[in-house]
């Protein structure tokens, strides 16, 4: 039998409603869900420094290219985290910045529950193929 620890999920979102549905959503999928009120809680937050990879689900806010550096510093300081933006759509950086700041990929608002789950299994399935 196959031992596979559970996943860490930072969540950081401000609408309540879609926060505490996604949140709940993890936890019924098995996953150790957390939500944190910005990205500098990764940063300088205990949670995140005894882990090796986690995922970040968060909400763009403006412009993403505000949140790039905290990004880059996160992807830098944890090469194996994966971040997953909420969007309305709108991609403002190229392929290139995305990758740089470890963003696997963009999910569009309004969110539907079923492609936050296929994203999830696309990331977990990345991270066995980076084991191997």
Do not use: W
Not at 17 to 33: E, Q, W
Not at 91 to 97: G, K, W
Not at 107 to 121: D, G, S
Request: hydrophobic share 45%; charged share 25%; aromatic share 8%.
């Amino acid at each position: 039998m196959v031992m596979v620890e559970k996943q860490q999920v930072f969540i950081c979102i401000t609408d309540k409603i879609l926060k505490n549905t996604v949140h709940d959503f993890l936890l019924d999928l098995n996953y150790s869900a957390l939500t944190i009120h910005s990205l500098e809680e990764l940063l300088h937050g205990e949670r995140s420094m005894a882990l090796s990879k986690f995922i970040v689900i968060m909400e763009q806010r403006g412009e993403i290219k505000k949140s790039v550096s905290d990004l880059r510093q996160i992807h830098e300081c944890y090469t194996n985290s994966y971040v997953i933006v909420l969007n309305d759509g709108k991609i403002d950086l190229t392929a290139e910045e995305f990758l740089s700041c470890g963003i696997y990929g963009f999910l569009k608002k309004p969110l539907h529950l079923i492609e936050l789950e296929l994203m999830l299994i696309r990331v977990f399935e990345n991270q066995i193929t980076m084991q191997a």
